[in-house]
């Protein structure tokens, strides 16, 4: 297994395109998560699946953006329309299922909206 | 209110030093607590975690943070830094027992001086 991958590792954007971020989760893990950063901030928590359900959306997350996880395994994060203040590293992460675990998190796609 | 806060913002030492990087958590997120390593252009690195039992845990790189319920905190400790320790560090905690989501605090970058 070669841990949480995510594509693409950088892309940059015209402001008003809309962008789609893949993420392949740890193969037994059943949640995946989406998280924001910005720099010199902390993950901030976007929204997470377990399987193909999505549990939870942040309030903070605008209706140009959208993730689905169709079969439960792979997931998309879709940004539309995009704006200037959309920069930001976009960190994905898996864990096994509910409990206390730590998250395995993938290497971030870097956003930037010019 | 935050859930976690890192007390600095930034750590200046010089190699082979000690280092203490502070967490306080507040009382309304659950007590599985944890703390990540993150370079530059990279994902996040679970160093350790603190679920139940001993209050002292170890970790990965020979980091060890001390869980002490009476004042909310979980400080990350190192006896001697190298200069590949240069980093940022997040803490973070577990919103609710069942693998809900992480709260993470808004990190300390870590500067290893030779």
């Known amino acids: 297994d070669t841990g949480v991958s995510q594509d693409p590792r950088h892309k940059i954007t015209k402001r008003g395109q809309n962008v789609t971020f893949r993420c392949d989760p740890i193969?037994?893990?059943?949640?995946l998560y989406w998280y924001r950063q910005t720099l010199g901030q902390g993950p901030e928590f976007l929204t997470y699946?377990?399987?193909?359900?999505?549990?939870?959306k942040s309030r903070l997350l605008s209706d140009r953006f959208s993730a689905e996880r169709p079969k439960g395994s792979f997931s998309t994060l879709e940004i539309q329309r995009t704006e200037q203040g959309d920069s930001a590293m976009y960190l994905c992460?898996?864990?096994?299922?509910?409990?206390?675990?730590?998250?395995?998190f993938g290497s971030g796609t870097r956003l930037t909206v010019v | 209110a935050q859930s976690v806060t890192q007390l600095d913002s930034q750590v200046p030492v010089f190699e082979e030093a000690p280092v203490e990087l502070r967490c306080n958590y507040s009382?309304?997120?659950?007590?599985?607590l944890f703390w990540y390593v993150q370079y530059p252009n990279q994902g996040l690195q679970l160093l350790l975690k603190?679920?139940?039992?001993?209050?002292l845990v170890k970790g990965i790189n020979g980091f060890e943070a001390e869980f002490n319920k009476s004042q909310t905190s979980f400080h990350l400790r190192k006896p001697s830094v190298h200069i590949s320790d240069t980093a940022e560090y997040f803490c973070?905690?577990?919103?609710?027992?069942?693998?809900?989501?992480?709260?993470f605090g808004q990190g300390t970058e870590l500067s290893v001086k030779p």
């Open positions: 973070a905690a577990l919103l609710g027992r069942q693998g809900g989501k992480l709260i």
């Open positions: 603190y679920l139940s039992g001993s209050t």
């Open positions: 992460a898996s864990s096994p299922p509910p409990g206390p675990y730590g998250y395995t």
């Open positions: 009382s309304s997120v659950s007590v599985y």
């Open positions: 193969s037994e893990h059943n949640r």
């Open positions: 699946f377990q399987n193909e359900a999505q549990l939870e």
